[in-house]
């Protein structure tokens, strides 16, 4: 399975944009690019996923490299509420392939 | 709201004590999952059903079996749960198995094993 790398831990500003980074240089061409986030004492909930092209929701937007080897998760403006950790996810567009969750990013945000 | 509800939030059990964890969905997925959550890790998958199609992941141990009776439930069952069990336990949906599906959780039920 294609590996991503994130950074442990970030702390962001209230009110202020982050950008939370993933590494996936052995993506293949058929994996998309999910990113879950996991508030304290609540399950996973899905944030935004895409394959080649910048993608747009109400949540956040996703940020694809040319090379599909990065990709950056942006929250426009940074809550209190924001505050969990982010999983970047490659998942390969293929019935056999689940939802695999690695080590995740840490967001602290602070007021 | 349509949602992924698992009862209860909460569930004590003795080392040894077969134990049900429920799960019930309204979004009428073809796909249902089983995660454990151990404190300070990543989610990590159980198994899932395809509508009645049973798939268990190959590092699943024996102690943990599941049920699906229809569409909107699904069931956890430890058969004799010893300590190392202790996790939150969640369950999750989707539409199909494909990438472009995503998955839906419910908010966990933590287990303790006294």
């Known amino acids: 399975d294609a590996k991503t790398t994130q950074p442990n831990s970030m702390e962001s500003n209230e009110e202020e944009p982050v950008h939370l980074p993933c590494n996936h240089s052995?993506?293949?061409?058929?994996?998309?690019i999910h990113w879950y986030r996991q508030l304290p004492s609540q399950g996973p909930e899905y944030v935004i996923h895409g394959l080649t092209s910048n993608v747009n929701n109400r949540m956040a937007s996703l940020a694809i490299a040319e090379d599909r080897k990065s990709s950056t998760l942006i929250l426009h403006r940074a809550t209190l509420r924001d505050a969990a950790v982010y999983y970047c996810i490659l998942r390969e567009n293929n019935a056999g392939n689940m939802l695999t969750f690695g080590g995740g990013t840490r967001l602290m945000v602070k007021p | 709201d349509a949602m992924v509800i698992q009862n209860p939030r909460y569930q004590v059990t003795q080392f040894g004590k077969p134990v049900t964890l429920s799960c019930s969905q309204t979004l009428n997925h073809n796909v249902m999952y089983w995660y454990q959550q151990k404190s300070s890790q990543a989610p990590k998958l159980l198994f899932h059903?395809?509508?009645?199609?049973?798939?268990n992941e190959a590092d699943t141990p024996d102690n943990f079996q599941s049920r699906r009776p229809n569409t909107s439930f699904c069931f956890l069952d430890i058969r004799s749960p010893g300590l190392g069990d202790a996790a939150m336990y969640l369950c999750?949906?989707?539409?199909?198995?494909?990438?472009?599906?995503?998955?839906?959780f419910g908010n966990g039920t933590r287990l303790t094993v006294t």
């Open positions: 999750a949906t989707s539409k199909d198995r494909g990438a472009n599906s995503p998955l839906h």
């Open positions: 059903y395809y509508d009645k199609d049973f798939n």
């Open positions: 052995t993506i293949s061409g058929t994996d998309y």
